[in-house]
């Protein structure tokens, strides 16, 4: 169990590093982001995941709890990764400035941690109480796991829908326009997200940490990747893969909750943390080859 004290030292230090990052983009917002800049500032923020998740995990939980946070961390940053490029997409589709896309980028990693921070004790709760939520939520992961698979490849395209095109129409600021389509972009992923973490662990201190830990950086991150957009071109269909293996994995530990061990004779497997972690970091490293490989004549080109 996570002491209120460790709760509040944690969300106390995040907050801090996000308010940082806040009052730099704002410093800076009207200077480009360098890609050494971005490289550097990327390299960090994934250094302190790896070692909260190593090093101060172990001083108040134990090794489950840090393989919880490693599976959770990992399938949330392929996720933001993803998400990042509808985001490079919708910037310049909106024609947003080189220089001010960073603050739009912060404030709606800042939006998204807020609608996360309620979507998870929300999540939390319906577990608690219908232990039969994991059939919705695992059927929910297989129906977005198909979208994805399906749409992989297009995601060129991008569908303003009607409320931007309304704000178009008033006459409203790109930056304004472009904050509120990150915001709802945001919030379908999270609707994707969480109940992909819940499927991997039920522990809301581990929850919070790595989607946290998974959407700081982003900003950096972004600049980072807006020209690989080309490249990562199976990254889809790999988030579809995993999300399809969490939502079956739902599926079944939601079978074993409500008393039923076997079906047609056979016995519903259980998935452990351990297989569950490998199969995420594998299938990230061969979609992650592949894509690199299919494309090295598109690096040559550039």
Not at 262 to 271: A, D, I, S, W
Not at 277 to 298: D, N
Request: with cysteine.
């Amino acid at each position: 169990m996570i002491s209120v004290t460790t709760w509040v030292v944690t969300i106390a230090i995040l907050a801090f590093v996000i308010l940082l990052d806040l009052w730099l983009a704002i410093l800076r917002r009207n200077l480009p982001t360098s890609l050494l800049e971005a490289g550097v500032w990327t390299v960090v923020y994934i250094g302190a995941a790896l070692a909260f998740g190593f090093f101060m995990l172990p001083l108040f939980a134990n090794q489950t709890a840090q393989q919880e946070f490693f599976a959770g961390w990992l399938t949330e940053y392929a996720l933001s990764v993803d998400n990042i490029f509808v985001f490079i997409i919708i910037l310049g589709h909106l024609h947003v400035k080189k220089e001010k896309q960073q603050l739009v980028l912060l404030l709606g990693i800042m939006l998204t941690i807020l609608m996360r921070g309620a979507l998870i004790p929300l999540g939390a709760a319906l577990i608690s109480r219908f232990a039969s939520i994991f059939f919705l939520f695992g059927a929910f992961l297989l129906y977005t796991a198909f979208q994805l698979y399906k749409e992989s490849g297009n995601e060129e395209e991008w569908n303003e829908g009607r409320i931007v095109a309304k704000m178009k129409a008033k006459g409203i600021s790109t930056f304004s326009i472009a904050l509120v389509a990150l915001g709802l972009t945001n919030l379908v992923f999270s609707l994707d997200s969480i109940p992909a973490i819940f499927g991997l662990t039920k522990n809301a201190y581990i929850v919070t940490t790595a989607n946290i830990f998974a959407l700081m950086g982003l900003r950096q991150l972004y600049f980072l990747l807006e020209n690989l957009l080309k490249r990562l071109i199976y990254l889809s269909k790999g988030l579809s893969i995993i999300l399809a293996f969490i939502g079956i994995k739902m599926i079944f530990e939601a079978l074993h909750g409500v008393g039923v061990h076997k079906l047609l004779g056979v016995h519903v497997p259980e998935f452990s943390l351990t297989f569950s972690l490998g199969s995420i970091i594998t299938c990230l490293i061969i979609t992650t080859v592949a894509s690199l490989t299919a494309t090295r004549g598109i690096a040559g080109a550039e």
